[in-house]
T-cell receptor
Framework: DGGITQSPKYLFRKEGQNVTLSCEQN?????MYWYRQDPGQGLRLIYY???????QKGDIAEGYSVSREKKESFPLTVTSAQKNPTAFYLC?????????????????FGPGTRLTVL | DQQVKQNSPSLSVQEGRISILNCDYT??????FLWYKKYPAEGPTFLIS?????DKNEDGRFTVFLNKSAKHLSLHIVPSQPGDSAVYFC????????????FGSGTQLTVLP
């Protein structure tokens, strides 16, 4: 079964602690993305990666960090510098292309991780 | 500055009737548009998309219409079913943004039996 997995489903952390959210895909997609959703709002882009060992900041990257050491994996670290970390975090992937030439590049999402900071 | 807007936070429709969800955008560079369906505490599920070279795309009960001059797209669901009740997001992308998706704020569709 091809797809995107995120773990854990629910995560609790104490204020001041860093936490890493996992995202794995076996779709052989080049591009991967991290979004955040807050109640009543759309999804906002945190970071994205179009290829291994390369990633770019999205609209709300402050307080977050990522790595892309393998094509299949794109973990997101929520650091203590993130002011409002409690949210629903979604990972996505797409076929992508190095020069973004693909017009019909659909992103597919994982099931999400609900992070709550206590 | 919201580049993609869904001005109706909610919509209720009777089962069997047509549901029409609307989305407006401001960035004329957008050339690919998508609709996603989302249940609470789950990831969005891709429904249907359309590129800017078309004005209509159909997939079963779902049809997306694009009016480039008005910078407006709509999703029609016919006939609506109770299982369609969910939040629907429209999203848009363009080549210059590395195909990042810009999302609207979503519309909660409730299909009444």
């Amino acid at each position: 079964d091809g797809g995107i997995t995120q773990s854990p489903k629910y995560l609790f952390r104490k204020e001041g602690q860093n936490v890493t959210l996992s995202c794995e895909q076996n779709l052989n997609h080049d591009a991967m993305y991290w979004y955040r959703q807050d109640p009543g709002q759309g999804l906002r882009l945190i970071y994205y990666s179009q290829i291994v060992n390369d990633f770019q900041k999205g609209d709300i990257a402050e307080g977050y960090s990522v790595s892309r050491e393998k094509k299949e994996s794109f973990p997101l670290t929520v650091t203590s510098a993130q002011k409002n970390p409690t949210a629903f975090y979604l990972c996505a992937s797409s076929m992508g292309s190095a020069d973004s030439g693909r017009v019909t590049d659909t992103q597919y999402f994982g099931p999400g991780t609900r992070l709550t900071v206590l | 500055d919201q580049q993609v807007k869904q001005n109706s936070p909610s919509l209720s429709v009777q089962e069997g009737r047509i549901s029409i969800l609307n989305c407006d955008y401001t960035n004329s560079m957008f050339d690919y548009f998508l609709w996603y369906k989302k249940y609470p505490a789950e990831g969005p599920t891709f429904l249907i998309s359309i590129s800017s070279i078309k004005d209509k795309n159909e997939d079963g009960r779902f049809t997306v219409f694009l009016n480039k001059s008005a910078k407006h797209l709509s999703l029609h669901i016919v006939p609506s079913q109770p299982g369609d009740s969910a939040v629907y997001f429209c999203a848009a992308s363009w080549r210059g943004s590395a195909r990042q998706l810009t999302f609207g704020s979503g519309t909660q569709l409730t299909v009444l039996p």
